[in-house]
């Protein structure tokens, strides 16, 4: 499969949603293929790493978040369902379940109901070691800082303030992947 051509389907003009979408993907993917290649013993899936860590976050445009120039009716957290809804369409389904189960570090049924997140009621929890990785290595960059790795303790930040749950996953893959 070609992520790139998935994108340019969705994303047909060059602007800045698109180089955002693309910078931050390439920087996930390239992260998420270094720390794949540093721990062979895990048989990781290399080719699928970098596609899926291209289309992981394809749903942006039909969310609301002016600062990236998402102009869509969507809520920004919506843009992992929305997202993998599109690429499974596409007939992509392993990798549709990495766009919709990358949001934060995993989103579980629990936290999607206390929380009262405006996502369908299902867990949301990455499962294989392809979408952990991708997940993981999703923390270390913003779309709003393109190009700047966050530090382990700024993304494990970021992470803390939405709860112990997805932190703790976050904990397990610094030992696991780092």
Known sequence: MNPLALIDKYYPEDNELKHIL???????????????????????????I??????HDIGIFMTDADGIFCF??????????????????EGYPRHALVCERHTGAGLS???????????PHREMIPISLEEQIICFADKF?????LDKEKSVEKARKS??????????RFDAWCKLFL
């Open 109 to 119: 049924l629990k936290a999607i109901m206390e929380r009262d997140l405006p996502v």
């Open 72 to 89: 869509g009716k969507y809520p920004y957290i919506c843009h992992g369902y929305l997202g993998s809804e599109l690429v499974a369409r």
């Open 22 to 48: 693309l910078v931050h993907s390439r920087s996930v993917a390239d992260k998420a293929l270094d720390m794949a290649r540093k721990h062979p013993e895990l048989n990781l899936d290399l080719t699928f």
């Open 141 to 145: 960059y913003s779309k709003t800082k």
């Open 159 to 168: 992470i803390e303030k939405h709860g112990e749950e997805g932190l703790a």
């Open 50 to 55: 970098e596609e899926a860590a291209m289309l």
